[in-house]
């Protein structure tokens, strides 16, 4: 984490592997989010150059918005106009403490990227901070909820998650995120882009349901495809969901043998935008969970895809 000074609006950036969502708030004023996917992957300098762009798309509609309170500054420095009191970043990645990029199966990359430095560059007046996507997301759902303890599972591109005891994020600062998309849950089984086999976001993520729903139909299969299938009741759109399903529940049933959460709450972009995906992981950890163990109720995310972009904001205004 870094910190500079600065006055004005707070920005929450959520980095995504396949696309990256920024929102903006400040007091008097309506919050305002806008997205962008990445484009081909080519260079982590071709990715940050790309996010420089929109940043400097957004920093443009501030000072010429008079609903986002529009400014005279220059949106560098002075924290007025297009500047920010404070910025929240989302990663992915895992970051060393001194802010460097150690991994990012999704974008390898992005490895060894200096990131505070970048961040640095791209906002010289802001106070700039940075935490795990999965753990802000389980903080932005914690505080939604109203509930201290709470195990929170992101469903996109890959799986995150995070697990939030008495408003604070477990394991904790310096300690490492809670890596539950990478837990193994099938000896042997699927290839995982970490290295290894069988981890829950090799068997539940969207990609990895994607090419499963491909493999039971015999052809290519795109999100809306799928999603019609289960919607139809096509077997092997069905077949392909409730396996990553299975697999999200048979890691939630570990966690609550050892952290026992008073609930779960299922979210990311996948998992929101597939009917009954949350109530098939609802389903499976019924089942698996054993007379007289520990269990919470399973429900869907309340900020649905938006719990890491909320969390990202929440970090902003905490610095």
């Known amino acids: 984490m870094d910190r500079t000074v600065g006055t004005g609006r707070h920005l929450g950036v959520d980095v995504g592997g396949t696309k990256v969502a920024l929102r903006v708030e400040s ?20 990715d940050l150059a790309q996010l420089a762009d929109a940043v400097g798309g957004l920093r443009a509609r501030m000072r010429g918005c008079t609903g986002m309170g529009a400014g005279t500054g220059t949106g ?3 924290g007025v106009g297009g500047g920010f009191r404070a910025v929240g970043v989302a990663m992915p990645a895992t970051v060393s403490p001194s802010g460097r990029v150690l991994a990012w199966p999704s974008r390898p990359e992005w490895t060894g990227v200096d990131l505070g430095a970048a961040l640095r560059g791209l906002f010289p007046e802001a106070a700039v901070g940075w935490a795990d996507d999965g753990d802000l997301g389980a903080l932005a759902e914690a505080e939604e909820a109203g509930c201290d303890r709470l195990l929170y599972l992101g469903v996109g ?19 490492g995120s809670f890596e ?3 837990m193994i849950v099938e000896r042997g089984g699927a290839p995982c882009v970490c290295g290894r086999r069988g981890c829950v976001q090799a068997v539940a993520s969207g990609p990895a349901t994607l090419r499963r729903a491909a493999r039971l139909r015999g052809g290519e299969v795109g999100f809306e495809a799928l999603r019609a299938g289960v919607v139809q009741g096509a077997p092997w759109a069905v077949a392909a969901v409730d396996e990553a399903c299975e697999a999200l529940a048979t890691a939630v049933v570990g966690v609550h ?8 709450l299922v979210g990311g972009g996948f998992a929101e935008g597939i009917p009954g995906f949350v109530d098939g992981v609802a389903r499976h ?10 269990s919470s109720p399973v429900r869907p995310a309340a900020l649905g895809g938006l719990s890491s972009l909320r969390g990202a904001c929440a970090l902003a205004r905490s610095l």
């Open 27 to 46: 007091e008097g004023e309506d919050p305002y989010e806008v997205s962008f996917p990445w484009n081909e992957r080519h260079s982590a300098t071709a």
């Open 76 to 78: 560098t420095g002075t």
């Open 157 to 175: 591109t890959g799986v995150g998650g995070g697990f939030v005891d008495g408003g604070a994020v477990v394991p904790g600062p310096g300690r």
């Open 180 to 182: 539950i998309g990478h």
């Open 257 to 264: 043998e050892l952290l026992h959460p008073r609930l779960t």
């Open 285 to 294: 950890v019924s089942r698996l969970v054993r007379t007289g163990g520990p």
